[in-house]
């Protein structure tokens, strides 16, 4: 349990349970405190106020239903293994090509577009940094949808952008009226689509109301190869195209998050300002070439992708007959709630059954008042895996 503690307006986070039953002297309060507080001194104001966005646990011990973190239950293709094996085996002495030719070429192709539109990063995170980094001076605006992937918040906080909630009706739909003069301000306007947690999937008409007249659109399509409806950044053909930024990564329906790769496709013009920014080697040689290869083979993807489809919906199904709420999902993931049912009792006896899911709680805002959203986030796992969850939420009743 984490007991938060306000201090002259700075929080600080103290490990409650194993301090249940101390009796501290206020002595030592007060000087723990003095030392906190200049050591916090040091640190930029806006790093100093975020707690940081922290990821959902990756327990080190085997023995885990991990359906937490939204990663692929599959392996991925046998050729990224190969072609793992074989750059391992080559110049590792040399630096890794700071362009990603290769990689940007094959995806290049796979959505129809010249290799200049195309940037490889770290992941999607590395990407979504480098967005805000290369576009959002202190002080401007940034907006997202809310609830939505928390980390944009914290990104908008280290860089000193004034961030607003896009706030989403309850059945995860825009209510376009409220949000207009948030988006007309905005430098960029982050939107996953898939969403999370929801899953949903909003239309293309949806996503070009957002784009903001005078910035960006990213459009955060991490979970976009679980759409039923295959879309590979047609949205770029409407007039609003040269605003938009898409970023895919490898880490969901490839299988690959232990890779950590993501791109961003946008017009040359943007990619070459984001180059500025990125660091010189920001992809590995191991990663690039493992990429390489499993975007050339699709036939993997589209296979695994198709299994996660059909189990998430056998999930949905069976979740609604428990008495679960479940959103429709287009996503490697379901959004659910119960009616009647503590989330926090369920996640806890999933847990100590050694069944990890992702708890998440969405509270209100002054600014941007939302109704608070709780519930759990479930990713999809082979079927075993659904089965053996299941048949535990059935015990709990
Ligand atoms: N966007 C969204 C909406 C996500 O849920 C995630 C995964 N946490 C990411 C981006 C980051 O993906 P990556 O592993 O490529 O950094």
């Keep these: 349990m984490a007991l938060e503690l ?9 490990d409650a349970a194993r301090m249940v039953g101390t009796t501290v002297p206020l002595a030592e309060v007060t000087l723990t405190f003095r030392v906190w507080q200049r050591r916090m001194s040091l640190f930029r104001p806006n790093i100093a106020r975020i707690s940081g966005y922290v990821p959902g646990e990756q327990p080190q011990e085997s023995g885990w239903v991990k359906l937490n973190t939204n990663e692929n239950p599959y392996p991925p293709s046998p050729q990224v293994t190969a072609a793992i094996d074989r750059a391992a085996r080559g110049p590792l002495n040399k630096y890794p090509d700071p362009l990603s030719t290769e990689l940007r070429r ?7 577009r010249d290799p200049e539109w195309i940037l490889p990063a770290n992941g999607s995170d590395e990407n979504l940094t480098l967005l805000m980094r290369t576009f959002v001076d202190p002080g401007e605006l940034v907006a997202f949808p809310y609830p939505s992937y928390v980390l944009y918040e914290t990104l908008a906080d280290i860089q000193g952008a004034t961030h607003r909630r896009l706030v989403l009706n309850p059945d995860w ?4 009226e409220r949000i207009a003069p948030i988006i007309e301000q905005s430098k960029l306007v982050f939107v996953p689509n898939p969403n999370s947690p929801s899953g949903n999937r909003w239309s293309q008409d949806e996503i070009l109301r957002l784009v903001p007249p005078r910035g960006l659109l990213v459009l955060d399509e991490a979970y976009g190869d679980f ?34 790769l993501g791109f ?23 990663s690039l070439a493992a990429a390489a290869a499993a975007i050339a083979d699709q036939e993997w993807m589209l296979a695994n992708t198709a299994k996660i489809r059909a189990t998430r919906d056998r999930l949905g199904q069976a979740l609604q007959k428990l008495g679960f709420h479940v959103a429709v999902s287009q996503a490697n ?4 709630t119960h009616p009647t049912r503590s989330h926090q009792e369920i996640f806890q006896e999933l847990k100590r059954q050694k069944i990890l899911v992702r708890l998440m709680s969405f509270p209100s805002d002054d600014v941007d008042p939302s109704p608070p959203v709780d519930g759990l986030r479930i990713t999809i796992g082979t079927d075993d895996e659904i089965d053996i969850l299941l048949n535990a939420l059935k015990q709990i009743g």
Aim: hydrophobic fraction near 40%; charge should be negative.
């Design 173 to 176: 739909s825009w209510d376009f």
């Design 6 to 14: 306000t201090l002259t307006g700075r929080v600080q986070r103290i």
């Design 333 to 336: 993931f379901v959004w659910t």
């Design 227 to 260: 759409a039923d409806e295959p879309h590979r950044g047609e949205i770029f053909d409407s007039p609003a195209g040269e605003r938009i930024v898409i970023t895919r990564t490898l880490s969901k329906s490839y299988s690959l998050a232990g890779i950590r």
């Design 106 to 112: 094959v995806v290049g192709q796979l959505f129809d």
């Design 264 to 286: 961003a496709i946008a017009h040359p013009d943007l990619i070459a300002g984001m180059c500025k920014v990125k660091d010189s080697y920001n992809c590995d040689s191991l």
